[in-house]
């Protein structure tokens, strides 16, 4: 009897049989590699779980205005208060499925929210940095008065001053190589230039 021959066919000389393993490898190449796909799904999946963790981290006015379902909200509000490992571990996965139905153009409004707060904490802590530098400046040299009002003339000068003499008086140790002890001069002069450096835009030291 004639032996019965296989179904299938060649690709480069090579003789492919329907159904083996290599047929199936080839078939999966030919559809755009389905193994890379489901890569890509994996990928996209663990960026939105981490783009829901940050949802946890953002201020609640920024939160208001992102058009997301209550759904999505009302479980980021419970995540935050679950404190429990494994709880905390399944809530953030629900989240999870949930951010994967939020609409793409609403997830981008979500990312740019993320950044507009990322980007307003580094401008305060700028603000607090040269705040802290400006009041060293006033408590240690004479001319650095002078420099301040230049640049904000709209400062309560009559104030600032008497803050300063304070502040001034205030870390003078009560005995030699004692700690200096600031007072509230000390507190309140960093609270007025904060307010004035948030007012203006911060210029580099």
Same mark, same amino acid.
């Given at each position: 009897?004639?032996?019965?021959?296989?179904?299938?066919?060649? *690709?480069?000389?090579?003789?492919?049989?329907?159904? &083996?393993? #290599?047929?199936? %490898?080839?078939?999966?190449?030919?559809?755009? =590699?389905?193994?890379?796909?489901?890569?890509?799904?994996?990928?996209?999946?663990? !960026?939105?779980?981490?783009?829901? +963790?940050?949802?946890?981290?953002?201020?609640?006015?920024?939160?208001?205005?992102?058009?997301?379902?209550?759904?999505?909200?009302?479980?980021?509000?419970?995540?935050?208060?679950? =404190?429990?490992?494994?709880?905390?571990? #399944?809530?953030?996965?629900?989240?999870?499925?949930?951010?994967?139905? *939020?609409?793409?153009?609403?997830?981008?409004? *979500?990312?740019?929210?993320?950044?507009?707060?990322?980007?307003?904490?580094?401008? %305060?802590?700028?603000?607090?940095?040269?705040?802290?530098?400006?009041?060293?400046?006033?408590?240690?040299? +004479?001319?650095?008065?002078?420099?301040?009002? =230049?640049?904000?003339?709209?400062?309560? &000068?009559?104030?600032?001053?008497?803050?300063?003499?304070?502040?001034?008086?205030? @870390?003078?140790?009560?005995?030699?190589?004692?700690?200096?002890?600031?007072?509230?001069?000390?507190?309140?002069?960093?609270?007025?230039?904060?307010?004035?450096?948030?007012?203006? !835009?911060? @210029?580099?030291?």
């Amino acid at each position: 009897m004639s032996r019965k021959l296989k179904k299938g066919y060649f *690709v480069r000389g090579e003789f492919v049989a329907e159904g &083996s393993e #290599r047929d199936l %490898e080839l078939k999966r190449e030919l559809k755009g =590699t389905d193994e890379q796909s489901r890569t890509d799904l994996k990928r996209e999946s663990a !960026e939105l779980q981490e783009l829901g +963790e940050e949802l946890l981290t953002l201020r609640a006015d920024l939160m208001e205005r992102l058009e997301l379902s209550e759904k999505l909200k009302d479980a980021v509000l419970e995540a935050k208060r679950i =404190t429990n490992f494994e709880g905390k571990r #399944r809530q953030m996965q629900f989240i999870g499925k949930l951010m994967r139905l *939020v609409d793409p153009a609403v997830l981008e409004t *979500v990312r740019a929210a993320l950044t507009e707060q990322t980007s307003g904490s580094a401008q %305060e802590n700028l603000i607090l940095h040269l705040a802290e530098s400006w009041r060293d400046r006033l408590l240690g040299a +004479e001319d650095a008065f002078g420099d301040w009002l =230049t640049q904000h003339p709209d400062t309560d &000068s009559q104030q600032l001053r008497a803050l300063i003499r304070q502040a001034r008086k205030d @870390a003078v140790p009560e005995k030699p190589g004692a700690a200096v002890r600031h007072g509230r001069a000390y507190r309140d002069i960093f609270q007025i230039l904060r307010e004035h450096l948030s007012n203006h !835009e911060p @210029a580099s030291l």
